[in-house]
């Protein structure tokens, strides 16, 4: 299958300070990208939807001001946590698709993020 | 009401059962039906997608009832390395037809 890269895949922060995540397709081209936040012993929720060169779309409840979301290319989505807080301690995960219709999504590796 | 839901389990079978999941999903236009597995502190990983016809793969057999809006996966003579976390995954109807997880089935097969 293909593969999707997430970097880092560990991360510890200080409160107050930001961290940036990114999300690549190495062998395709991602015309969709997904956040999804996952914390323990939860299911993977969706944050937002992301199309390349295009403004993300968030789910509700996620502050679009907080959790900043970069599309700049096919092959590359980045989440920006901002002014992270302990409560932002989670499991991050991405997914990219090839096509909009019916297709696989494909996993990043997932990043773990401890805000201390 | 959740878009897709699971058995809670935890399910703890002994090597060699046969272990049935179920799931359903209230949104009757979800196109696309899939289950993947996650292992502990892992990214989910495509198990099978799920057709109308019904389809096996291996050990593993998955249905899709449309009409119940009920999907179904199955694993025989069950493995050690079958323990993971099940997540019964449906396709929005949107644009961007992003997935929607149920919030997982942990399976646990003991020697």
């Known amino acids: 299958g293909a593969v999707v890269s997430q970097h880092p895949s560990r991360v510890i922060c200080k409160s107050g300070t930001s961290v940036k995540i990114e999300c690549r397709s190495l062998d395709f081209q991602a015309t969709t990208m997904f956040w999804y936040r996952q914390f323990p012993k939860q299911s993977l929720m969706l944050m937002a939807t992301s199309n390349e060169g295009s403004k993300a779309t968030y789910e509700q409840g996620v502050e679009k001001d907080k959790f900043l979301i970069n599309h700049a290319s096919l092959t590359l989505s980045t989440l920006t946590v901002t002014s992270a807080h302990p409560e932002d301690s989670s499991f991050y995960i991405c997914s990219a698709k090839q096509g909009h219709w019916n297709t696989e999504a494909f996993f990043g590796q997932g990043t773990r993020l401890t805000v201390v | 009401r959740k878009e897709v839901e699971q058995d809670p389990g935890p399910f703890n079978v002994p090597e060699g059962a046969t272990v049935a999941f179920n799931c359903t999903y209230s949104?009757?236009?979800?196109?696309?039906f899939f289950w993947y597995r996650q292992d502990c502190r892992k990214e989910p990983k495509l198990l099978m997608s799920?057709?109308?016809s019904g389809n096996e793969d291996g050990r593993f057999t998955a249905q899709l009832n449309r009409a119940s809006q009920y999907i179904s996966l199955l694993i025989r003579d069950s493995k050690l390395s079958d323990s993971a976390t099940y997540l019964c995954v449906v396709t929005g109807s949107g644009s961007a037809r992003q997935l929607t997880f149920g919030s997982g089935t942990q399976l646990t097969v003991l020697p």
């Open positions: 799920v057709y109308s």
């Open positions: 949104n009757s236009a979800s196109q696309s």
